[in-house]
């Protein structure tokens, strides 16, 4: 006993030291990552309280000290609270005051035991899921592979597997038992509500709702307490397969679903929820009590048993408009918003991190920092940068650029309107045009008489570079010893985003991509992938990110969008793949996710606090040369199609920027910082020697200024922790004296006394290694 108090006692002091600032390079504690690496360690190990107290303590926008509250331990150095995906979590809690009749089984949280049979096995007895998986945590199950209700019946050779609650597929079937129960409220409360759709979304639900009035905030209160009586209820959820003239019948009332028994399998993701299986399904909610059907709606499923099972981790976040079916010639309907989570406390952490991701929204920050904006005279999504995030995309542009000539790339520019006949040859126009700008009919010539003497031609915005490269490349002939071609150019490409998707940076109409294709023989494909996958990562790491997995996407069977030999895509797809296991990076499939044109890889980068962000993405094309009709010399003197490899680092430079800004919520790393050095006076007498100070720093290239301003010393300093800038220099008659400077961080600590010299040594040093401090 007293051998594990010591421990635990150096464990806290450790702990102390770190959460007090050991990210600060200029500190001899340690590093930002042996903290980090540290607390989860000795977090995981030790669950310790101390850690759990620290909820949301920044350290120098490096790391955050995390909440266990959740029950989480934290993946790949991201603090839990913060993390998108629950893993190992409790199960949810129990509803406070409710009672808990035998016939509604619950998932409690008290109970450490893991789900029995979680692998697949095959039935050797009939019966249904209840019969198979006991344990509470199960919340439905697979059958021969396809998702089914606990209550249904399996006959021996059938081969099943459980689902739990807090697997992505158990979290999918609570949020859309939850968006039932929010339309079953909604008639509650208003009979002539009329029913859209209900699917689970990331982190959440929506149902859309054809109301005649918008859902105020004390409406969405009334909601939620009408759905919590319904969840203490504990009305089953009971699967019923009907007959099209059935399910009219029954559904006569409800428009939007009757357009859905239609489709039968050939809605969208969101509408495959409702029809999306071979039979058409409708889900009763029957009241325990008395057995009667109280609610219905037409749906593939599977669900929970019973509505007591969502438990008390649900909440309704907001309301928005919504075109049915996602088209402007629709009706216009009301989405409501929800989140389910298993357990009180996962939402709360779900909650925590909102808040978290609104206090580093860029949109936000950059309004503070004034680093950009959106002038309503130039446009939606263009965006407009100011000097300070000017500053900022220069220095990711221009590292980018010295990465690119060391990786021996060869940089090219091309012009930012074009004949629309490029994008016939690219195959674009047929693709790709609704994502087009409309065309611009230019060059036409008439005479006096109005007629026309020369044939104008349509001109578009490039939304691709793609193409200008292809013609770069055939320019002249071309010899295998040139191979591979490495082509790359800061392409600004226009693509007509609809307005409701446009999101701040992330989701522009205007954007600059740091664009290359490579032309390689096919035998060196494999190598080529390899050397700029390592690329990718080794410069995003350069920017501050390091938590990775891969994505593949591939084509779908039968689906005419994707264009080439299957042959050839099923190569490409296997060069991928074998890459992305080399790589030792988690693979995920992306089925469907490819481009018309090829398949691909994308790194998927995690921030700060957890969110999984698209970055780089790696793609092979076979179809480009061929239309291009590519071609260079082979070693044997015959003539050869090149394959064609996009890579896109960043996506765009826009949505980097976004990305990075709120991944160190502004506090950006030294070298990306617009200022880097703010020099503070005690009094005006010391500003002549803070010049000189400053002087020095500028002459080493160092972007350095001085507060000027009437303002008193502490509100100066105030305003530059506001600011977010990396050094605040204070001066005053000792340091004058000492020919020193007193170095003062964004945490708030400080060091005085230090030597000029040394003091600009330490400053050039922090930005040349891409320090955070």
């Keep these: 006993m007293r051998l594990e108090l010591l421990r635990t006692a150096r464990h806290r002091d450790r702990t102390r030291r770190l959460i007090r600032g050991s990210c600060n390079p200029f500190h001899s504690r340690g590093t930002a990552g042996e903290g980090a690496r540290y607390l989860r360690r000795e977090s995981i190990r030790h669950r310790c309280p101390r850690i759990r107290r620290h909820h949301f303590s920044e350290c120098r926008g490096s790391f955050s000290v995390h909440s266990l509250e959740c029950g989480q331990p934290p993946p790949r150095g991201v603090p839990a609270c913060l993390r998108n995906r629950s893993a190992d979590a409790p199960r949810a809690t129990k509803v406070e005051g409710s009672a808990e009749p035998e016939e509604c089984p619950r998932v409690s949280n008290e109970s450490s035991n893991p789900p029995q049979n979680e692998s697949s096995f095959e039935v050797t007895e009939a019966g249904t899921g209840f019969t198979h998986f006991t344990d509470r945590a199960v919340v439905a199950l697979r059958v021969n592979g396809e998702l089914r209700d606990l209550a249904t019946e399996v006959v021996p050779g059938d081969r099943i597997e459980p689902v739990l609650i807090s697997s992505p597929a158990g979290l999918d079937i609570l949020r859309h038992s939850a968006a039932h129960v929010l339309a079953q409220a909604v008639q509650q409360i208003n009979p002539e509500a009329k029913l859209g759709i209900g699917p689970p979304v990331t982190d959440g639900f929506y ?13 969405m209160k009334a909601l939620e307490k009408a759905m919590d009586r319904i969840i203490r209820q504990g009305q089953r959820f009971v699967r019923r397969v009907v007959t099209e003239d059935e399910a009219r019948a029954e559904l006569a009332g409800e428009p939007y679903k009757l357009e859905l028994i239609g489709l039968k399998g050939g809605g969208s993701d969101g509408e495959s929820v409702e029809v999306g299986g071979p039979e058409l399904t409708i889900y009763d909610n029957v009241d325990p009590r008395t057995g009667d059907t109280v609610w219905r709606d037409l749906c593939r499923g599977p669900h929970l048993p019973n509505t007591r099972m969502i438990g008390n981790g649900y909440a309704l976040t907001r309301n928005a408009a919504a075109y049915w079916r996602g088209s402007e010639k629709n009706p216009q309907l009301q989405r409501v918003y929800g989140t389910a989570w298993p357990t009180k406390d996962e939402l709360r952490a779900h909650q925590a991190r909102l808040e978290e991701a609104a206090r580093r929204d860029h949109r936000k920050i950059g309004h503070e920092l004034d680093l950009f904006s959106f002038p309503d005279e130039i446009g ?66 008439q005479d006096e008489d109005g007629t026309i003497t020369r044939q104008g031609q349509d001109y578009y915005l490039k939304p691709m570079n793609c193409p200008f490269h292809n013609l770069i490349f055939r320019s002249r002939g071309r010899s295998y010893r040139e191979l591979p071609l490495r082509l790359a150019e800061f392409g600004t490409v226009y693509r007509y985003e609809k307005s409701g998707t446009l999101q701040g940076l992330t989701r522009v109409r205007g954007l600059t991509q740091d664009d290359a294709h490579i032309y390689v023989a096919q035998e060196d494909v494999a190598a080529e992938l390899t050397r700029n996958l390592e690329f990718v990562l080794q410069v995003l790491r350069d920017y501050g990110l390091d938590d990775f997995y891969l994505e593949l996407s591939t084509n779908e069977e039968g689906n005419p969008k994707f264009v080439g030999d299957p042959e050839q895509w099923e190569s490409a797809i296997e060069s991928l793949r074998a890459v992305a ?88 790393p030294v070298w990306l910082s617009p200022v880097q050095v703010i020099g503070i006076p005690i009094a005006d007498e010391y500003l002549p020697y803070l010049e000189g100070v400053i002087g020095e720093l500028k002459k080493s290239g160092v972007r350095a200024e001085i507060d000027y301003s009437s303002d008193r010393m502490q509100k100066k300093i105030r305003n530059a922790t506001l600011q977010k800038v990396p050094f605040q220099l204070i001066v005053g008659e000792k340091d004058r004296d000492a020919g020193a400077v007193s170095f003062r961080f964004r945490d708030g600590t400080q060091e005085n006394g230090i030597p000029v010299a040394d003091a600009v040594a330490r400053i050039r040093e922090a930005i040349a290694t891409k320090a955070q401090v």
């Design 207 to 219: 149902y859309d709702f054809d109301v005649t009035e918008p859902f105020t905030p004390e409406a």
């Design 380 to 445: 939606s999504g263009l965006a407009v940068f100011h000097p300070k995030g000017g500053i900022i995309r220069y220095e990711i542009e221009q590292y980018m650029r010295e990465q690119l000539l060391a990786h021996d790339y060869e940089l090219v520019y091309s012009p930012h309107i074009t004949k629309g006949d490029l994008f016939t040859t690219s195959g674009h126009l047929q693709w790709y045009s609704e994502g087009m700008f409309p065309p611009m009919h230019l060059d036409e010539l």
């Design 581 to 668: 296991v080399e790589s030792g990076l988690e693979l995920v499939p992306d089925p469907g996710g490819a481009a018309f044109y090829g398949p691909k890889i994308s790194v998927q980068a995690r921030d700060a606090i957890g969110r999984t962000w698209q970055m780089s993405t790696i793609q092979l094309d076979f179809n480009q040369p061929e239309r291009f009709e590519l071609e260079y010399t082979a070693s044997d003197g015959t003539k050869k199609q090149p394959v064609m490899i996009h890579r896109a680092l960043f996506g765009s430079i826009e949505r980097f920027f976004a990305i990075l800004t709120e991944h160190y919520a502004g506090a950006f």
